[in-house]
């Protein structure tokens, strides 16, 4: 499956959910399902439910199907909680520390600087947005991306909070990835058992 390019809100309205990832923009105007009926629904299913928790993962991070659930069969393999472990393989993204430093407003913006190459790494330049960070990872952006009008507006929008895995230098336009990223450092509001059990029965 490709990656999602369409109507970002109503995704949100759909999904029941705000994904700070996919967009800044708020679906409070119309705070319930798009369509004619989207009002007046009310039984979902446990299936349902459950495949909506797995798409708030998929389109806040914006990964394909298949990209999601390797990283789901990669979690599952690894010590500890499937969950927590799927969590941290996200939000280790190159696209999504961007994103989280400040350098980037939404994790599309972000993966367009890196597809430019904006980033470095350790003084390598690194175009793939799907590269995994690991702890002590120095990431610069180059020279001409501070000077850029989106990354400006997006290091003067303070509404989302850096996490404190990442030590970030809005100035030099530096991260430096202190730590390994927690189950409370997600942004997404996300009910992460039921995206195991949507996996548990395919992988």
Same mark, same amino acid.
């Given at each position: 499956?490709?990656?999602?390019?369409?109507?970002?809100?109503?995704?949100?309205?759909?999904?029941?959910?705000?994904?700070?990832?996919?967009?800044?923009?708020?679906?409070?105007?119309?705070?319930?399902?798009?369509?004619?009926?989207?009002?007046?629904?009310?039984?979902?299913?446990?299936?349902?439910? $459950?495949?909506?928790?797995?798409?708030?993962? #998929?389109?806040?991070?914006?990964? *394909?199907?298949?990209?999601? !659930?390797? @990283?789901? =069969?990669?979690?599952?393999?690894?010590?500890?909680?499937?969950?927590?472990?799927?969590?941290?393989?996200?939000? $280790?993204?190159?696209?999504?520390?961007?994103? #989280?430093?400040?350098?980037?407003? *939404?994790?599309?913006?972000? !993966?367009? @600087?890196? =597809?430019?190459?904006?980033?470095?790494?350790?003084?390598?330049?690194?175009?793939?947005?799907?590269?995994?960070?690991?702890?002590?990872?120095?990431?610069?952006?180059?020279?001409?991306?501070?000077?850029?009008?989106?990354?400006?507006?997006? @290091?003067?929008?303070?509404?989302?909070?850096?996490?404190?895995?990442?030590?970030?230098?809005?100035?030099?336009?530096?991260?430096?990835?202190?730590?390994?990223?927690?189950?409370?450092?997600?942004?997404?509001?996300?009910?992460?058992?039921?995206?195991?059990?949507?996996?548990?029965?395919?992988?």
């Amino acid at each position: 499956m490709s990656r999602y390019t369409g109507p970002r809100v109503r995704v949100m309205r759909a999904l029941g959910a705000e994904l700070p990832g996919l967009t800044r923009k708020k679906n409070e105007r119309r705070p319930y399902p798009p369509g004619q009926h989207g009002q007046a629904r009310k039984k979902v299913s446990e299936y349902k439910l $459950r495949l909506i928790e797995k798409q708030k993962l #998929r389109m806040n991070y914006g990964v *394909t199907e298949r990209q999601l !659930r390797n @990283l789901m =069969r990669e979690a599952t393999r690894a010590k500890g909680s499937p969950g927590v472990k799927l969590l941290e393989l996200l939000e $280790r993204r190159l696209d999504n520390v961007v994103f #989280r430093a400040g350098f980037a407003r *939404t994790i599309p913006a972000a !993966r367009q @600087l890196i =597809r430019h190459g904006f980033i470095r790494i350790a003084g390598r330049r690194v175009d793939i947005p799907s590269f995994r960070v690991v702890r002590g990872h120095a990431i610069q952006l180059i020279k001409v991306a501070k000077k850029n009008v989106h990354v400006q507006a997006a @290091l003067a929008d303070t509404s989302i909070e850096r996490p404190a895995w990442l030590s970030v230098d809005g100035e030099q336009g530096t991260i430096v990835v202190a730590a390994l990223p927690e189950r409370d450092a997600v942004l997404v509001s996300v009910d992460i058992q039921k995206v195991v059990e949507h996996y548990a029965a395919s992988l």
